[in-house]
């Protein structure tokens, strides 16, 4: 299959891909605006930081599957994938141990002011005087939004640094909770009031879009620390500057509203950069450790479509459907399914899944079918009577 990589990604994911007999055309220059013109005969699309568009996917006439090599797939237009019947699937939990090194270095980097020390060391001035000033981070509270995988592995960390972590998460429970040894909160806004410093960990949803907002911002403690090194919209950036300009309460960022689509750019908001204490260019998943774990599962995703037709991890299928399963027990013979769709296509019923299984021997096998609507007495008898059928049922 003819499979395109359009980020830099490990030369180790390149030979495998190529291993398993994809053709790999790797083009880690390509932009939002010239990834549609390289799509035309490409069937898998390989993705980091590169946003695929609508129109991009509809350039692409023969893809079948977008792999985002990482964790959340915000940057891809799911809705027309969707559309066009194209799975798309991502890498979640590989870049776990990344983000959070990084979380508690932006941490660290913003409590010391190592980046303003460096610039002026490089300056040729020695301000010890003013950088021996520091808050320090030991007894301190670090509150977590977003407590999911990367988010529960920066609580490890800090409490490894003898912080105290409290912490809110849609799923969190008080029980849960105290079996990770974190103090439970009951909405962000209690971790707003309580914390001395914050991390964001959460996805991006309608639900979480802009949910770090001017009232999160207002409660939270005067000189306290802001970390988010997940999705820059899960911050209302307007309201977020704001606050930085009032000196109130600090931040350190990872991610940013309006981000370049390539790894090399003009970085525009220089109002934001002045206004913050650390600060990285999206580079939480960059390491070498975290690279070679999405390459594997990239490859991984990529062998199992190639021999199944279904990738792992895929984020677009429906979850769980809402139709009448019909359950057809068959003598293993050509053209008996095509005589059971024949009948349900009289009524005027789609399929909306369908799956064969042959049983050992291959005499004899079973169809399991979701239908969008429910059969008549008749037609189900229909098809039971139908030749080389041996029962038909509604589950």
Same mark, same amino acid.
């Given at each position: 299959? $003819?499979?395109?990589?359009?980020?830099?990604?490990?030369?180790?994911?390149?030979?495998? =891909?190529?291993?398993?007999?994809?053709?790999?055309? !790797?083009? &880690?220059? %390509?932009?939002?605006?010239?990834?549609?013109?390289?799509?035309?005969?490409?069937?898998? !699309?390989?993705?980091?930081?590169? $946003?695929?568009?609508?129109?991009?996917?509809?350039?692409?006439?023969?893809?079948?599957?977008?792999?985002?090599?990482?964790?959340?797939?915000?940057?891809?237009?799911?809705?027309?994938?969707?559309?066009?019947?194209?799975? *798309?699937?991502?890498?979640?939990?590989?870049?776990?141990?990344?983000?959070? @090194?990084?979380?508690?270095?932006?941490?660290?980097?913003?409590?010391?002011?190592?980046?303003?020390?460096?610039?002026? !060391? /490089?300056?040729?001035?020695?301000? $010890? $005087?003013?950088?021996?000033?520091?808050? +320090?981070?030991?007894? /301190?509270? %670090?509150?977590?939004?977003?407590?999911?995988?990367?988010?529960?592995?920066?609580?490890?960390?800090?409490?490894?640094?003898?912080?105290?972590?409290?912490?809110? #998460?849609?799923? %969190?429970?008080?029980?849960?909770?105290?079996?990770?040894?974190? +103090?439970?909160?009951?909405? &962000?806004?209690?971790?707003?009031?309580?914390?001395?410093?914050?991390? !964001?960990?959460?996805?991006?949803?309608?639900?979480?879009?802009?949910?770090?907002?001017?009232?999160?911002?207002?409660?939270?403690?005067?000189?306290?620390?802001?970390?988010?090194?997940?999705?820059?919209? *899960?911050?209302?950036?307007?309201? %977020?500057?704001?606050?930085?300009?009032?000196?109130?309460?600090?931040?350190?960022?990872?991610?940013?509203?309006?981000?370049?689509? #390539?790894?090399?750019?003009?970085?525009?908001?220089?109002?934001?950069?002045?206004?913050?204490?650390?600060?990285? &260019?999206?580079?939480?998943?960059?390491?070498?450790?975290?690279?070679?774990?999405?390459?594997?599962?990239?490859?991984?995703?990529?062998?199992?479509?190639?021999?199944?037709?279904?990738? &792992?991890?895929?984020?677009?299928?429906?979850?769980?459907?809402?139709?009448? /399963?019909?359950?057809?027990?068959?003598?293993?013979?050509? +053209?008996?399914?095509?005589?059971?769709?024949?009948?349900?296509?009289?009524? +005027?019923?789609?399929? @909306? @899944?369908?799956?064969?299984?042959?049983?050992?021997?291959?005499?004899?096998?079973?169809?399991?079918?979701? =239908?969008?609507?429910?059969?008549?007495?008749?037609?189900?008898? /229909?098809?039971?009577?139908?030749?080389? *059928?041996?029962?038909?049922?509604?589950?």
């Amino acid at each position: 299959m $003819k499979t395109l990589v359009a980020d830099k990604v490990s030369a180790k994911m390149i030979s495998d =891909l190529k291993s398993l007999g994809c053709e790999v055309v !790797l083009n &880690p220059d %390509l932009s939002a605006e010239s990834l549609p013109a390289a799509l035309a005969d490409v069937e898998i !699309l390989i993705v980091r930081s590169t $946003k695929v568009s609508a129109e991009a996917i509809a350039a692409g006439s023969s893809l079948s599957l977008i792999i985002r090599a990482g964790a959340g797939t915000n940057t891809i237009d799911i809705k027309t994938a969707s559309e066009k019947g194209i799975y *798309v699937a991502n890498c979640p939990g590989k870049n776990t141990d990344a983000v959070a @090194e990084l979380a508690i270095g932006l941490l660290i980097a913003a409590d010391r002011r190592i980046a303003d020390a460096l610039i002026d !060391l /490089r300056a040729g001035k020695w301000r $010890k $005087k003013e950088y021996g000033k520091a808050r +320090g981070l030991k007894d /301190r509270t %670090l509150g977590i939004v977003g407590l999911g995988h990367i988010g529960s592995a920066v609580a490890k960390r800090a409490q490894a640094m003898g912080m105290n972590v409290v912490a809110w #998460s849609r799923s %969190l429970t008080p029980e849960k909770a105290k079996s990770l040894g974190v +103090g439970f909160c009951a909405s &962000p806004d209690a971790v707003a009031e309580q914390a001395d410093a914050i991390s !964001l960990h959460l996805a991006l949803s309608k639900e979480t879009r802009g949910i770090i907002n001017s009232n999160f911002l207002g409660l939270m403690k005067k000189g306290a620390l802001l970390v988010n090194t997940a999705r820059s919209e *899960v911050v209302d950036s307007a309201a %977020l500057k704001e606050a930085l300009r009032s000196g109130r309460i600090r931040a350190a960022l990872d991610v940013f509203e309006n981000e370049p689509s #390539s790894g090399e750019a003009d970085f525009i908001d220089q109002e934001m950069a002045s206004l913050l204490s650390a600060a990285t &260019p999206h580079i939480g998943a960059s390491t070498d450790q975290a690279e070679e774990a999405i390459a594997e599962e990239t490859v991984r995703i990529a062998k199992t479509f190639m021999a199944t037709g279904k990738p &792992p991890n895929a984020v677009n299928p429906r979850k769980l459907h809402t139709g009448v /399963r019909c359950i057809i027990r068959h003598y293993n013979r050509v +053209g008996v399914l095509a005589n059971v769709l024949h009948e349900l296509r009289s009524e +005027g019923i789609n399929i @909306e @899944e369908m799956e064969n299984t042959i049983f050992e021997g291959e005499l004899a096998a079973c169809c399991s079918l979701v =239908l969008d609507q429910k059969p008549s007495e008749a037609l189900l008898k /229909r098809i039971a009577c139908g030749e080389h *059928v041996i029962q038909a049922m509604l589950k």
